[in-house]
Each structure stands twice: as C-alpha cells, then as structure tokens.
C-alpha cells in the first residue's frame, strides 16, 4: 500500500516524464497510441485524483459524476474543447493546459503549411512521384505569390501573432486580422498588423489562416457565406480546429475554384477524412502536427506532467484554466 495520489495516464508519454510521475504517483498508465474508449477512461478514471491526457480525450460532466475523486485534469495541448470546464469548475476540479511551450513552433509549422499550399509542394510532389513530371511550360504548378501579398490571421492570440511576427518581419506582409478583442496599439505596431472586421478580413486577405480556439461560437464560421466572400485566388490554412469550417461547404469552393487552395492540419472528424477533400488536387492535407517536433511535444509533456505534480502535492500549478477553484 502507499499513500501516494493515484493518477491515469490516458496515452503514451515520454519516458522521463512518466519516471517523473511514477516518483511522485500511484499510475495507471495506459502505454498507447490510440485513446481509451469513452467507457474504459471512465472506468480507470475511477478513483483517481488527477488525470494526464491528451488533446483527444472527452471530459464531460457525466465522466466527472462517475468519477468523484478526480481533482485535476492536465491535457498535454493548449486547445480545450474536449473538456467541459464549466462542468469541471462546478465540481472544484482543476483543469490544466499547455500554453506558450507550443507557440512558435505551431506558428513555423503554419506558416509552412501556407508556403507549400500557395507553392502547390503537394501537388508537384504527387505528380513527380507518380512519374508525371514530363515536360516544362511557363505556369507548370505556378502557383500564388507569399512575399509581400496580404496575410490575414483570424484568431490573434499567441500562436496568431507568432504567425503576424513571421510573415511581417520574413515575408514583408501587411498583416490584417480579426479577433475576440483588439490588440494593445503598440502590439499592432510591432506586428505591422491592421485590425478589420471579419468581413474586411475575408475580403481583403490573399492568405486567411485560421488560429482561433474552437467554441460552439466558432463551430463552422467559415462556411459557404463566408468562403464566397474571398478572394477565388486566396488560400485558405486552419492549424486550429476542424470544426471551425463546413468542411463540405470548403470542398465545393475549392473544386469550383472559388478559392485557390486550402492547407488543412486538423479535420471535423478526425482521423476521419471528409472524403470530399481527399480527392481534390488543390489541398494540401496533415495529420494534426503542427506542434509536432520532439522538443516542443516533450515540452508540453513535461508542463502537463508539471501541472499534474504541483496541483496533487501542495505547489503552485503553472498553467491553470480555472485558478478559482484553487482559491475555493
Ligand atoms: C496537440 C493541439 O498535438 O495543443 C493543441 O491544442 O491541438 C496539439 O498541439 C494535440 O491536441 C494532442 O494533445
């Protein structure tokens, strides 16, 4: 027996970062890449007080009734819509994040994902590699110009400015964007960034990259009204959440050319692919790695891990979403 706390790891971690929490824990882990089905996350959740997952599994206020032990939830991503902080709040459970550690090379790994979809990277590549490449004409995979073109950001919060940093002091871009609130004056100054409406964004933009969180506010605002709005040579980017746009509504501007080109990291039913997309030349598709280098993903292990440690053994947990519950 120990007295210990006893926590789940719901998915694979680093190995010095699980050796962390073992010194520190009782842990159940779960050594795996794909999630715990709904039902067994409950059942090892049981009885534990605190819970290290990942941006995929879904805590809800059901899952928090069956589990009345837990006091904290640390998810290993900056994104938290997959769990119900209000509910969580309610109930005096502490959620933790991982802001800041993620941002730049999130925001290296959206701008790239711009630069290969405005550059057609993935249609040259699949046509050499299926021996297409024959021949040379002027607009052979021509694509759209980055340098110095209008880079629009909706959602400018850390990673949205860290995208503005790139492609103002990199690519000599005028950068517009439209957000919950203003920057500070002096930021926008900085970041050479203009703020606009949503309207005036979508208009204006040769480039619109998506960075907001995801909310029932944000679900689909970008769909068929808001795509005709844009430019047909504009490309769209989202390294947000999939369910920002109407995937379907996407599909059908981009095979009418209505828009240039898309470069999507994340998808409404992910690992599901709307298959609409997969067909269509003038995407570019990813697997939700935008954060995906080992230092950063070890990183935002270790501030979970950090979180997990400080909120069960009387410290001071680094990145909480609702510190009013520790004040309670
Ligand atoms: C994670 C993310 O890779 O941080 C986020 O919100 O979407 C990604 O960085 C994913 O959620 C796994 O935890």
Known sequence: LTDKPAVLVARRAP???LQRLQASFEVDYHDGELPLPPAELQARLHGKAGAYIT????????????????????????????????????????????PDVLTESTADFGFALLMATARRM????????????????????????????????????????????RGHFGFGM????????????????????????????????????????????AHHCIAAPELALMKPTATLVNVARGGIVDEDALA????????????????????????????LPNVVLTPHIASA??????????LA???LIAALTGGKPPTPLNPEVLSA
């Not at 297409?132 to 980055?146: H, I, M, N, R």
């Not at 280098?293 to 270790?302: D, N, Q």
Request: hydrophobic share 45%; proline share 4%.
């Open 174 to 217: 005028p950068v517009i964007y439209h957000n919950r609130s203003r920057l500070p004056v002096d930021t926008e100054a900085e970041l050479g960034a203009r703020y606009v409406s949503k309207e005036t964004l979508l208009r204006e933009a040769d480039h619109l990259v998506l960075v907001l969180p995801y909310s029932a506010e």
């Open 252 to 279: 059908l501007a981009l095979r009418e050319r209505r828009i240039a080109a898309a470069g999507l990291d994340v998808f409404e039913g992910e690992p599901r692919v709307n298959p609409a997309l997969l067909t």
């Open 293 to 302: 280098t080992l230092p950063t993903r070890r990183a935002m292990a270790g």
């Open 55 to 98: 941006g995929t599994e879904r805590i809800t206020a059901a899952l928090l009734d069956a589990c009345p032990a837990l006091r904290v939830v640390c998810t290993m991503s900056v994104g938290y819509n997959h769990i119900d902080l209000a509910a969580c709040t309610a109930r005096g459970v502490l959620v933790t994040n991982t």
């Open 305 to 307: 891990a950090d979180n």
């Open 122 to 165: 993935s249609e040259g590549e699949r046509l050499l590699r299926d021996g297409g490449w024959k021949s040379w004409a002027w607009d052979f995979l021509a694509g759209s110009e980055v340098h110095g073109t209008t880079l629009g950001i909706l959602g400018m919060g850390r990673i949205g400015q860290a995208i503005a940093r």
């Open 15 to 17: 190995e010095a970062v």
